[in-house]
């Protein structure tokens, strides 16, 4: 009996050990060194056109001063040209990467002109669609 008892006791606690072991394991990543220096480039990319975008937004709508704007725009779009420059260096031409013979620049400003299409379709400020009664 005490030989029942000592044997389900040692399968239980290897059972337990089965399956609280993976909690205190480090997670393998599969993702490799060039995969993850190419998703930090297009995220820094991408920061970099919203961050163009949104500086169109502000200036448009009178926040940013027209010197600040064009100085701020400048260093933003130099930035943004760079990691596509660098992403299509080190990993790839533009057709792989993008449309077909778009140079840079045309690249930058078709992203951000596709980002910016939002905000120009607005909602209905104020206003609604109910008709009135």
Same mark, same amino acid.
Not at 11 to 35: C, D, H, N, Q
Not at 44 to 63: C, N
Not at 113 to 127: K, T
């Given at each position: 009996?005490?030989?029942?008892?000592?044997?389900?006791?040692?399968?239980? *606690?290897?059972?337990?050990?089965?399956? *609280?072991?993976?909690?205190?394991?480090?997670?393998?990543?599969?993702?490799?060194?060039?995969?993850? @220096?190419?998703?930090?480039? *297009?995220?820094?990319?991408?920061?970099?056109?919203?961050?163009?975008?949104?500086?169109?937004?502000?200036?448009?709508?009178?926040?940013? @001063?027209?010197?600040?704007?064009?100085?701020?725009?400048?260093?933003?779009?130099?930035?943004?040209?760079?990691?596509? @420059?660098? *992403?299509?260096?080190?990993?790839?031409?533009?057709?792989?990467?993008?449309?077909?013979?778009?140079?840079?620049?045309?690249?930058? @400003?078709?992203?951000?002109?596709?980002?910016?299409?939002?905000?120009?379709?607005? &909602?209905?400020?104020?206003?609604?669609?109910? &008709?009135?009664?």
């Amino acid at each position: 009996m005490w030989v029942t008892i000592a044997l389900i006791s040692v399968l239980g *606690i290897a059972a337990v050990g089965y399956v *609280i072991l993976p909690l205190f394991g480090r997670a393998r990543t599969v993702v490799s060194a060039e995969g993850e @220096e190419l998703a930090d480039l *297009i995220t820094r990319k991408e920061v970099a056109l919203e961050a163009i975008r949104e500086l169109e937004f502000d200036h448009g709508v009178g926040k940013i @001063e027209a010197a600040d704007f064009e100085r701020f725009n400048r260093i933003l779009r130099l930035r943004a040209i760079r990691l596509i @420059e660098r *992403i299509e260096a080190d990993f790839g031409e533009p057709d792989e990467l993008g449309p077909d013979g778009v140079q840079l620049d045309e690249q930058l @400003e078709s992203e951000v002109y596709s980002r910016r299409r939002v905000e120009d379709v607005l &909602p209905n400020e104020g206003g609604s669609s109910l &008709p009135e009664e």
